[in-house]
């Protein structure tokens, strides 16, 4: 079995190598049909678009994205060539929700409010919208579910509409798969008609796709009030993001909520698995994240301990830096380890 791999997935070579005879690795945007013609598995990341123009031809017979999205696969013209793909949902549900709440207690003492109380707008209620909302009840606020997809299967219990989320919601948290048909796009979801109908000058974080949101309009919100902060670590046309929109947030950064090591190696863990089922084949390499340099972490309180783990900021401040570097920093991105691989002292 040969297999073509993104050459920035972590963690992942010993594994691949011991089930397939022949591993490529090359960056997700050199991915070409010569490269591929003769692999028999792809691991890619969102970078490399997998659809007729690089597949049609080739001996390619499964895609293992180790990524939540799976808008880069054309599923449809994969069906039909005979080809099987596989994602990794919720690898990095924890990583997302790890830098959502990092961003609201940053916003909390940036804009001076008690988080306790707020309300905050889920829209996009799957893996990590549920792991965001565990995670936002843990600290006292109110959560509003929005997601017509689990709506319509489930039962309208426990969710609401998106109107009711625009007038109740303190902070709006957008974790949506990006669509463009079906019964409920989500492609510009978040557009000008959204916010004009806006009433508590939300915050506004979006960590699910750029184009759910609608750029223009977006700044026009933030220009006008109709929302308060925003907090962007997705984008429309990356790596080419709007710079206007960049200066105007209060955290911007280069996609990286889900980047946590651990989140990381779930993904690498759950590509391997995929793959070895795909082809029946055992797996037997164990995938761990590296262990933290510092893992005890002492501190006033447990908000100071959770930002000395993982601040955005610091993300934020080397997109600002050069933007240019947007998918250097991407592919070159730290160690990060969730709060679980600490010893939390409160002194």
Same mark, same amino acid.
């Given at each position: 079995?040969?297999?073509?791999v993104?050459?920035k997935?972590?963690?992942?070579?010993?594994a691949?190598e011991?089930?397939?005879?022949?591993?490529?690795?090359l960056?997700g945007?050199?991915?070409t049909?010569?490269v591929?013609?003769?692999?028999?598995?792809?691991?890619?990341?969102?970078?490399?678009?997998?659809?007729?123009?690089?597949?049609?031809?080739?001996?390619?017979?499964f895609?293992? +994205?180790? +990524?939540?999205g799976?808008?880069?696969?054309d599923?449809?013209w994969?069906?039909?060539? $005979?080809?099987?793909?596989?994602? @990794?949902?919720?690898?990095?549900?924890?990583?997302?929700a790890?830098?959502?709440?990092?961003? #609201?207690?940053?916003?909390?003492?940036?804009?001076?409010?008690?988080?306790r109380?707020?309300? #905050?707008g889920i829209? $996009?209620? $799957?893996n =990590? $919208?549920?792991r965001?909302a565990?995670?936002?009840?843990?600290?006292?606020?109110?959560?509003?579910?929005?997601?017509?997809?689990?709506?319509?299967?489930?039962?309208?219990?426990?969710?609401?509409?998106?109107?009711?989320?625009?007038?109740?919601?303190?902070?709006?948290?957008l974790?949506?798969?990006?669509?463009?048909?079906?019964g409920h796009?989500?492609?510009?979801?978040?557009?000008?008609?959204?916010?004009?109908?806006?009433a508590?000058?939300?915050?506004?974080?979006?960590?699910s796709?750029?184009?759910? =949101?609608d750029?223009?309009? =977006?700044?026009?919100?933030?220009?006008?009030?109709?929302?308060?902060?925003?907090?962007i670590?997705?984008w429309?046309?990356?790596p080419?993001?709007?710079?206007?929109?960049?200066?105007?947030a209060?955290?911007?950064?280069?996609?990286?909520?889900?980047?946590?090591a651990?989140?990381?190696?779930?993904a690498?863990?759950?590509?391997?698995?995929?793959?070895?089922?795909?082809?029946?084949?055992?797996?037997? @390499?164990r995938?761990?994240?590296?262990?933290?340099p510092?893992?005890?972490?002492?501190?006033?309180?447990?908000?100071?301990?959770?930002?000395?783990?993982?601040?955005?900021?610091?993300?934020s401040?080397? #997109?600002r830096?050069?933007?240019?570097?947007?998918?250097?920093?991407?592919g070159?991105?730290?160690?990060?380890?969730?709060?679980g691989?600490?010893?939390?002292?409160i002194?």
């Amino acid at each position: 079995m040969k297999a073509v791999v993104d050459d920035k997935i972590p963690y992942i070579a010993r594994a691949i190598e011991s089930v397939a005879d022949e591993v490529v690795y090359l960056p997700g945007k050199d991915f070409t049909p010569e490269v591929v013609a003769d692999a028999d598995v792809l691991v890619v990341r969102t970078r490399t678009r997998c659809d007729a123009a690089l597949l049609a031809g080739s001996r390619v017979r499964f895609v293992a +994205t180790a +990524t939540i999205g799976y808008d880069h696969i054309d599923t449809a013209w994969c069906a039909s060539a $005979g080809i099987s793909w596989a994602n @990794c949902p919720g690898c990095n549900a924890a990583s997302v929700a790890q830098y959502v709440q990092s961003s #609201l207690i940053l916003l909390s003492r940036r804009h001076g409010r008690d988080l306790r109380g707020m309300t #905050l707008g889920i829209v $996009g209620a $799957g893996n =990590v $919208g549920r792991r965001v909302a565990d995670m936002a009840r843990s600290m006292g606020l109110t959560v509003l579910l929005n997601d017509p997809p689990r709506a319509e299967a489930e039962g309208g219990a426990g969710f609401v509409t998106l109107d009711e989320v625009a007038r109740r919601a303190d902070i709006i948290s957008l974790h949506t798969p990006l669509t463009r048909g079906g019964g409920h796009p989500t492609y510009h979801l978040a557009d000008g008609a959204l916010f004009a109908s806006l009433a508590r000058r939300p915050w506004l974080l979006n960590t699910s796709r750029g184009e759910v =949101v609608d750029t223009e309009a =977006v700044k026009q919100a933030l220009d006008s009030g109709a929302i308060a902060d925003a907090v962007i670590d997705v984008w429309e046309h990356e790596p080419a993001i709007d710079l206007q929109l960049m200066d105007k947030a209060f955290i911007a950064t280069p996609h990286i909520a889900g980047y946590s090591a651990d989140g990381k190696a779930n993904a690498s863990r759950m590509t391997m698995d995929n793959i070895c089922r795909h082809f029946g084949i055992g797996n037997s @390499c164990r995938i761990e994240p590296p262990a933290p340099p510092q893992p005890v972490i002492e501190a006033a309180t447990m908000d100071d301990a959770l930002l000395a783990i993982y601040d955005p900021r610091r993300d934020s401040d080397a #997109l600002r830096r050069d933007p240019s570097r947007f998918e250097w920093l991407r592919g070159n991105y730290p160690l990060r380890r969730e709060a679980g691989a600490f010893e939390i002292r409160i002194v």
